[in-house]
Every structure is written in structure tokens, then in C-alpha cells.
């Protein structure tokens, strides 16, 4: 007879300064009626995904429409999860815009990607734009979590200063905003963002420092609590969180490692303490711990900006030398727009790794890709005519069985952005009326 017996949802591990929340167990749904009450444990997730500069678009569009449609080069990387993708053309974003403000399509396209909102032209204090869609979002599901949504990203952010044009670097570098004059900052440093996620609780910073002193892992703070708990579970339960706690510890030490073997600096550009030279590695570490924060329900919603937008980063692992802002300003040079898709196709690769984490993970009878609704995509479309219509945009995952994925849809010139974010608060339990330029919502994801 099973030992298993009924926990809570909200169960986590505790240790010195230390709370580990769990995966979804099948000890966590009542034992009658679990598949109906399966679904309802198993939340839906939100999360967004910037690159910056644009992309090549004639390698990112695939040709035909509807389900029967071959992925092109940019795309080509994302081919077994194919089935769990929609490609969106057409969609625009009108704010990205000058309407009249002049030069600055970088700082706009950020800005305005997860807001619907005119960027407010200056490079003071005074800078508004708009409320965020994973702010609406996090406003209504944030509670029923440790953190209503992460922030993460690549490079430094700023809240001063005049990136672009006359437009303040806070909005080159923020696509998260709280308020429409509050941006919320990202976090780049993977241990830090680590330590936030699972080093919560009493002690916080000095019990950090103590564990670093005495090299204590996260997990062997919580050791006696899990042991506890997997006397209580099932043994498909005890599988998965053995699965879980694995995850954490690997992803712990790759951070760890990371930060201890810096590269020489690039000229011109600081690294970090704490964050790895190799960028794909990075990259790869943010998706891990955004999977794992979605995967232990440590938050619902999250944004993650690859790099920050304008961004001039050379790429010489993959062969190409030349700063990504240059190359993207190609004049139809034939080379450079080559380097460019060579550039798109690395960050699509990366994303792939994201998706096939979620895609590993079991929620009952389903994947946390599945229960989940990622946002892929830039505020340029082409980045040398620096256009903001028919925008490159991925949505991955299925949104809880909501959405009908493995599609190209192709929309009416001039959709705005917004439509998409409507319908996916709709399937967050926070729906509202508008958002930012929004015309309804999006038709055709079922």
C-alpha cells in the first residue's frame, strides 16, 4: 500500500536561510477526481523573450500557411519542437514609431514591445511610457507566488543617462515596467539571480555569507527537510523531485564554476564578477533558472532580455566578428545580412535549449511547455529599415491546452501587438479590457 499521502501545494523545503519550492507532485491533487483537479494545479505560465536589432526576416518567415509549412534557416534549430510553435506575422507595434519624436527606434522598440505605449522622449528623470503586460499579469496571479515575476537578462541595465537619440537609457534596457514610469530591473548575474530564487526565507544575506564561508550547497541546508518529505511520497513523486532537486544542484554548480573562470576582458567592455565569458553559456544559464522558477511555481510570469536593444556585440565563437548594431544596418550587402541570420539563427538555438527543458518536464499528463505561453521576438523588424510591422514573433507552448499550436498564422497588416498580449491575459485569470494600442484579441490561436 502506498505511503503517499495529501501535501500542499505550497509545501517547499526549508533550511539556514534557505526555501526551495517544489515541482508539481501527484500528492499535491486530491485522490478523486484527479485528472479534472490536475489540470486546475497545474498553472499556466507567462513569458517573455527579447532580441534586439531585429532579424533576417526573409530566413525568419516561413512561406506557407497554416500547419503544412517547412521552417526556414533562422528557424531550422527549433524543429522538434515544432509542434509546440506558432509563427505570428503580420503583428505590429505602432509605439516603436516616431510619431513625430524624431530618431530613436532603438529605445521605442524595447519600450514599447511589452507596453502598447508612446516612450515619452527625454533622457532625465522624467521618463513614462506604460504598464507591461507581465505587470498586468503579475498584479493578478503574483500572490499565489514567492515572486510575481523575474526579471532577467544578459547585459547591465541603466535608469539614466542618453542611449539613444535623446531617449534615457532606461528604456533601451528595460522591457519590464511596473508603472508607466517605473521600470523593474533586471537581474544579469546568474548566482544572484540564484541566490534570490532559492535563498529566501530568515538569515537572508548572512546566512548567504555562511554558507559561502563554509561552502554549504543550497540543497545541504535543505537536506534533512527533503528527506522528511520523500518519506511521505509515492514513488513516481519521489522520481520527480529527485529529478527537481537535481536540476538545482547541477544549475548551482555550473553558476558556481562560471563565475570562477572569467575570460580576459573585451576591450571596451567590463565583465561582470560572477558571469560567464561564454555568452551561449549565459544565455543558458537564465533559461535554466527561469525554467526552474516556473517548474517549482516560484513564479508565474517572467521576461528575459537577451541583449540590450542597439546592442553593437560582436559574435567571433560563431564567425561572425562585427558588432550585432552594425551588421543590422547592412544596405543590402549580401555579407552582412548573412552574418546577420548567422547571428538570429545562434539566439534561436539557445531558445531551443529553453524550450526543451520545459518540454522535458512532466506536469501529470502533460509538459510545463504545454502549461506554458512564451513569447520569442524583437521590436524590429528588419533592423536596416528599422520598421516596426510584420515583427518576427514565436509563441511557444500550448497555454494549458488553450492554444493550437504548430502553425504559421499570418494576420492583417498592421495588427497590433497588443491583440496577442490580450488573449494570453485572457488565459492568465487576468484578463482585461485594453492594453496599451490593443484592438481585441487575437483570432485564430484555438
Not at 516561413?62 to 534557416?73: R, T
Not at 520545459?358 to 509538459?367: A, K, Y
Request: with cysteine.
Amino acid at each position: 500500500m502506498s505511503k503517499a499521502r495529501r501535501i500542499s501545494r505550497r509545501t517547499v523545503l526549508r533550511g539556514l536561510g534557505t526555501a526551495i519550492s517544489l515541482p508539481l507532485l501527484d500528492a499535491m491533487t486530491p485522490a478523486i477526481g484527479l485528472a479534472a483537479d490536475e489540470k486546475k494545479m497545474a498553472p499556466t505560465r507567462m513569458a517573455f523573450v527579447y532580441l534586439p536589432n531585429g532579424m533576417h526576416m526573409p530566413d525568419w518567415t516561413p512561406a506557407a500557411v497554416g500547419g503544412d509549412f517547412e521552417l526556414p534557416y533562422i528557424l531550422e534549430p527549433l524543429k522538434p519542437v515544432k509542434d509546440r510553435l506558432l509563427v505570428l506575422s503580420g503583428l505590429a507595434q505602432d509605439h516603436g514609431r516616431p510619431h513625430g519624436d524624431g530618431p530613436g527606434d532603438h529605445a521605442r522598440a524595447l519600450s514599447s514591445f511589452l507596453t502598447g505605449q508612446q516612450a515619452r522622449k527625454t533622457h532625465g528623470a522624467d521618463i513614462k511610457v506604460g504598464v507591461s503586460v507581465d505587470q498586468v499579469a503579475a498584479r493578478n496571479v503574483g500572490q499565489r507566488t514567492r515572486f510575481p515575476s523575474i526579471e532577467l537578462g544578459c547585459d547591465r541595465g541603466s535608469q539614466a543617462g542618453n542611449c539613444d537619440s535623446g531617449y534615457s537609457c532606461s528604456y533601451s534596457t528595460n522591457i519590464s515596467w511596473r508603472t508607466e514610469t517605473t521600470p523593474q530591473a533586471k537581474e544579469i548575474d546568474p548566482k544572484l539571480a540564484f541566490e534570490r530564487l532559492f535563498s529566501g526565507g530568515a538569515g537572508g544575506a548572512e546566512a548567504r555569507t555562511k554558507r559561502d564561508r563554509y561552502e554549504k550547497s543550497i540543497l545541504d541546508l535543505v537536506l534533512e527537510d527533503a528527506h522528511q518529505l520523500q518519506s511521505r511520497l509515492g514513488v513516481k513523486d519521489r522520481r520527480k523531485l529527485d529529478e527537481y532537486l537535481n536540476s538545482v544542484r547541477e544549475l548551482e554548480l555550473r553558476i558556481s564554476s562560471a563565475g570562477r573562470n572569467p575570460a580576459e576582458p573585451v576591450p571596451n567592455y567590463q565583465v561582470p564578477t560572477g558571469i560567464p565569458a561564454d555568452y551561449a553559456e549565459h544565455i543558458r544559464l537564465m533559461y535554466d533558472l527561469m525554467a526552474l522558477a516556473f517548474q517549482g511555481d516560484i513564479t508565474r510570469v517572467s521576461t528575459f532580455v537577451v541583449a540590450n536593444e542597439g546592442s553593437n556585440r560582436a559574435y567571433p565563437f560563431i564567425n561572425v566578428p562585427d558588432g550585432h548594431h552594425d551588421l543590422s544596418h547592412h544596405g543590402g550587402n549580401p555579407e552582412k545580412q548573412a552574418k546577420i541570420r548567422e547571428i538570429n539563427r545562434f539566439h534561436v538555438t539557445q531558445f531551443l535549449h529553453f524550450l526543451e527543458k520545459l518540454q522535458g518536464i512532466s506536469e501529470g499528463e502533460h509538459t510545463l511547455l504545454d502549461n506554458s505561453m512564451i513569447v520569442y521576438g524583437s521590436g524590429i523588424g528588419d533592423g536596416n529599415a528599422h520598421n516596426h510591422d510584420n515583427l518576427p514573433i514565436l509563441l511557444a507552448g500550448r497555454g494549458g491546452g488553450t492554444i493550437a499550436s504548430g502553425r504559421h498564422l499570418r494576420y492583417e497588416k498592421e495588427t497590433p501587438l497588443n491583440n496577442l498580449y490580450l488573449s494570453m491575459l485572457d488565459r492568465m485569470d487576468s484578463s482585461v479590457e485594453s492594453l496599451g494600442d490593443s484592438t481585441g484579441r487575437l483570432e485564430s490561436l484555438l
